[in-house]
């Protein structure tokens, strides 16, 4: 077993350094920026409306929200992004209703969350 030395002092001033820089590293943590304005566009697929209109289902939007042809603007009240990890929480206001004939069913309280949020714009 003599000869299994390996580098004596260097070796272990080395792996000191090393163990001490991991402990001693700041750890990696998100950096969100905060949301509080704007607005998301959600584009409905025509296939989906197309679906939607044969089983006579109606899509609108209550305001603040608004139903532009295929999209819906829906305004920003709150939520957070971190380009960093490419993660955002978007807190939306207004409503999306789902309509057949006198029956509503409405989409309240959105909140989106991408793994891939688009880039935003600051104006």
């Known amino acids: 077993m003599r000869g299994m ?71 920003v009240v709150g939520g957070k992004s971190d380009p960093t990890i490419k993660k955002a929480e978007i807190e939306q206001e207004g409503t999306i209703v789902f309509q057949a004939g006198n029956r509503k069913v409405p989409l309240r309280a959105i909140e989106l969350k991408a793994k891939h949020p688009p880039p935003f714009g600051v104006s």
């Open 5 to 75: 030395r390996v580098g004596g002092v260097k070796t272990w001033g080395v792996a000191v350094g090393l163990v001490v820089g991991f402990v001693l590293a700041p750890a990696a943590q998100a950096n969100y920026d905060p949301l509080s304005s704007g607005t998301t566009k959600l584009i409905l697929d025509k296939g989906f409306l197309a679906s939607l209109k044969k089983v006579g289902v109606t899509i609108g939007a209550k305001a603040p929200a608004k139903r532009k042809g295929n999209a819906i603007v829906l305004p």
